[in-house]
């Protein structure tokens, strides 16, 4: 039980395109999803904290604007890029919990690299 | 606390030996601690959890250890497989209503046939 799937894998784009990734939980009702970033070797930074029905809330230096994010049923979660450039390559990795304090589970990540 | 870098911790030893990951937390009113196994590519996935009301549990071949006076958190892993290779990460739950977590930098565990 609490699969989280998250699409696409890896994605490729020029720059200055708009990148959607999706963030699912398959077995479970995600009251709460979570939008971390990556960067090789490093450890996972929290980008902002989504509740179903609500706008998310963005940890501080993280542009609102750049990183939309979208939660508008218990089991999906999109986070998009927009205006995509070389610097905001990465690992973007999702993770779902049903009540607090339970663990999150985690997607198995997008990386993204914008040419 | 630790501070993120590009050199995370390293730790080498060889299969069948019992593996010992350490962790200092930063924040004294966190009440959760979890401990995650990540792949090359992958996301983290869940080992185990302890709450602040304990300060051991185990599970199938690990073991997590609170010790909330140095807050310091160790996962130990018993009779270590070249399947456990992988970069733990420790997180604490700051006891916010949201329940964020806050990554440690991550342990790179190496075992050795």
């Known amino acids: 039980g609490a699969v989280v799937s998250q699409h696409p894998s890896w994605v490729i784009c020029k720059s200055g395109t708009s990148v959607k990734i999706e963030c699912r939980s398959l077995d479970f009702q995600a009251t709460t999803m979570f939008w971390y970033r990556q960067f090789p070797k490093q450890s996972l930074m929290l980008m902002a904290t989504s509740n179903e029905g609500s706008k998310a809330t963005y940890e501080q230096g993280v542009e609102k604007d750049k990183f939309l994010i979208n939660h508008a049923s218990l089991t999906l979660s999109t986070l998009t890029v927009t205006s995509a450039h070389p610097e905001d390559s990465s690992f973007y990795i999702c993770?779902?919990?049903?009540?607090?304090?339970?663990?999150?589970?985690f997607g198995d990540g997008t990386r993204l690299s914008i040419l | 606390g630790e501070s993120v870098g590009l050199h995370l911790p390293t730790l080498s030893v060889q299969e069948g030996d019992n593996s010992i990951i350490n962790c200092a937390y930063s924040n004294s009113a966190s009440d959760y601690f979890i401990w995650y196994k990540q792949e090359s590519g992958k996301g983290p996935q869940f080992i185990i959890d302890i709450r602040s009301n304990m300060d051991k549990r185990q599970g199938q071949r690990v073991t997590v250890l609170l010790n909330k006076t140095v807050k310091h958190l160790s996962l130990q892993i018993a009779a270590t497989q070249p399947g456990d290779s992988a970069v733990y990460f420790c997180a604490e739950n700051l006891g916010t209503s949201y329940g964020k977590l806050t990554f440690g930098q991550g342990t790179i565990l190496t075992v050795h046939p």
């Open positions: 993770s779902a919990r049903g009540q607090r304090n339970q663990p999150q589970h």
